[in-house]
């Protein structure tokens, strides 16, 4: 793998720090006007989630993480994994519910996804931006309160629960930002 | 700006031409505005471009603007009066808020508990260590305060302007020395913080050639142990000095960086006219 000094950190690039792969979010560069550079390093761990910031000095490097984002294709859940398929080679993978974690909400079987694969196996799962869903239960809605642009809850076929403005019912389907878990529209068809 | 040797500090890098000589392009006019108060030339300024090498960031860029000035048989105290009333003409300060002003020690010790001039360097370390999420063990004195100073104080000082005094003697550059109330050895530096953000910095000059010639094979020494390339002797300006520097304290400011904090700039960028040089 190649090594990367901390001029060449940016955004996204994926290193390896203390044995787990890291994504950098943000790099900046800090210089008292006579002393020693550094880089102020925000990054995220891949294994852990967990999100934490490092101070290097300037020039020092870093190995590369062999991890990539895949467009894969969602397949399905047989109960214990959700299975994906990468739509050229028709290659599959399988990635456990660590794995797949909150996303799991916002999957739906044929559906478009980013994989990201750490030494080629699942490492995280994220969801399309937007995605559309069906509700599947919410109160009914009560006439002449759109106005007033109240929400109430609404859940989807994949269990994500959002808040729905009041006209909606159930059996329609809805377009939600998977980022935010709000949502955005009804579903134009 | 271009010269045939360049600034020795450690941790500046000048940019140098592909040329048969070799020139370097300033990182600061200072040792030239040096060469010419030597001369007799009374106090000056300068007001032009500085480039460094490889400092580029949110605030930073190769190519600046700085502002720098001389006043001869002024003290640093004096000086530092004289910026406040530059940074009032220009807008960037209030006469009637005024400014605040703290010695390095004072700064230092009122965040960290730690006495930075005479405090262990192993407690030091382990709070540079722990602050950078780093090893810090084999890390001098001086990175240690500055990432100390990065990561813990200059995100805890006030709005406003800030006069910092009194460096650690082994942060003095091209500052005479001193000893302070405590008894400790300090640099007659200071910096000058705009809402928090480094704007100026400052010495009481010294004057005495053989202690400024030590410190440049010093800074070579360094600049060699860590790989980097030295830098050629400024004989021109080691004779000046010698054959005397007045006594005077000079400034220099980032231009770019008041530009930045006057106009709410994130970015040096933003108050760049070209991107693409």
């Given at each position: 793998m190649a090594t990367y000094s901390t001029n060449e950190f940016r955004s996204g690039l994926k290193i390896m720090l203390?044995?787990?792969?890291?994504?950098?979010?943000?790099n900046e560069f800090v210089k008292p006007g006579k002393g020693q550079a550094f880089n102020r390093v925000?990054?995220?761990n891949l294994n852990t989630g967990r999100v934490w910031e490092r101070t290097f000095k300037s020039g020092e490097s870093l190995e590369g993480a062999d991890v990539m984002d895949r467009d894969m294709q969602y397949l399905y859940n047989d109960g214990e994994f959700w299975h994906f398929m990468e739509p050229e080679s028709f290659e599959q993978h399988q990635a456990d519910k660590a794995t797949v974690g909150d996303t799991a909400l916002w999957l739906c079987e044929q559906?478009?996804?980013?994989?990201?694969?750490?030494?080629?196996?699942?490492?995280?799962?994220?969801?399309?931006?937007?995605?559309?869903?069906?509700?599947?239960?919410?109160?009914?809605?009560?006439?002449?309160?759109?106005?007033?642009?109240?929400?109430?809850?609404?859940?989807?076929?994949?269990?994500?629960v959002v808040k729905v403005p009041l006209f909606l019912n159930e059996g329609e389907i809805i377009r939600v930002d998977t980022r935010t878990g709000e949502y955005l529209s009804r579903a134009k068809d | 700006m271009l010269g045939l040797t360049g600034a020795s500090d450690v941790h500046i890098d000048c940019l140098q031409l592909a040329d048969a000589d070799a020139r370097y392009?300033?990182?600061?006019?200072?040792y030239y505005m040096k060469r010419l108060l030597a001369a007799g030339?009374?106090?000056?300024?300068y007001l032009g471009k500085a480039f460094r090498q490889g400092e580029l960031g949110q605030r930073h860029h190769p190519e600046f603007t700085m502002l720098e000035w001389y006043r001869v048989d002024w003290d640093e105290h004096r000086l530092m009066g004289e910026v406040f009333d530059l940074l009032v003409e220009v807008g960037a300060a209030d006469s009637a808020e005024g400014y605040s002003k703290k010695s390095y020690r004072e700064l230092f010790q009122t965040?960290?508990?730690?006495?930075p001039h005479g405090g262990e360097l192993n407690t030091l370390r382990a709070l540079a260590g722990q602050l950078a999420d780093r090893d810090c063990s084999q890390d001098d004195r001086a990175t240690c305060l500055d990432l100390?100073?990065?990561?813990?104080?200059?995100?805890?000082?006030?709005?406003?302007?800030?006069?910092?005094?009194?460096?650690?003697?082994?942060?003095?550059?091209?500052?005479?020395?001193?000893?302070?109330?405590?008894?400790?050895?300090?640099a007659r530096r200071f910096e000058v913080f705009y809402d928090r953000m480094e704007l100026c910095n400052g010495y009481y000059?010294?004057?005495?050639?053989?202690?400024?010639?030590?410190?440049?094979?010093?800074d070579n020494i360094q600049r060699h142990g860590l790989g980097k390339p030295t830098v050629p002797l400024d004989r021109k300006l080691l004779g000046a000095i010698e054959a005397g520097l007045p006594p005077c304290a000079g400034v220099a400011l980032g231009v770019d960086r008041l530009l930045m904090q006057m106009l709410g700039a994130r970015n040096i960028g933003e108050v760049l006219i070209f991107l693409d040089i």
């Open positions: 203390d044995g787990d792969p890291c994504s950098i979010l943000e925000r990054m995220r559906e478009n996804c980013v994989v990201t694969l750490y030494n080629g196996a699942p490492l995280a799962v994220a969801a399309a931006n937007h995605v559309e869903l069906e509700i599947v239960q919410t109160d009914p809605g009560l006439k002449g309160d759109t106005a007033q642009g109240g929400t109430k809850p609404a859940t989807l076929t994949t269990g994500a | 392009l300033q990182s600061s006019p200072e030339i009374g106090s000056l300024y965040e960290t508990g730690i006495d100390i100073f990065s990561l813990r104080i200059e995100p805890s000082l006030p709005n406003g302007i800030l006069f910092v005094h009194d460096y650690p003697a082994c942060q003095a550059a091209l500052a005479d020395i001193s000893v302070d109330a405590c008894g400790a050895t300090i000059e010294l004057a005495d050639a053989a202690e400024l010639s030590k410190r440049f094979e010093q």
